[in-house]
């Protein structure tokens, strides 16, 4: 830590602190250091939340209607 961090304090859900503390011992970072990994993540301006499996099929069936129907409107021209 710097001399130009702060301290604050933080409430969090039991299970919250439970999950961080076995992520951060994963990483082997401090409770802290994988708070502000995760934070500067969130804050990262290119980063972008994971998309499932079921999502993307979603969003490809859905494409592939629109295409689909863009088709169509063309032949019928």
């Known amino acids: 830590m710097t001399s130009e961090d702060i301290q604050t304090n933080l409430r969090l859900p039991s299970d919250l602190k439970t999950r961080l503390k076995h992520a951060a011992d994963a990483s082997n970072r401090s409770m802290n250091a994988e708070v502000v990994a995760r934070l500067e993540e969130s804050f990262n301006a290119g980063s972008t939340p994971p998309i499932d499996e079921h999502t ?7 494409v592939g209607q629109v295409l689909d129907e863009r088709e169509k409107n063309r032949g019928k021209r």
């Open 56 to 62: 993307l099929d979603l969003f490809a069936e859905k």
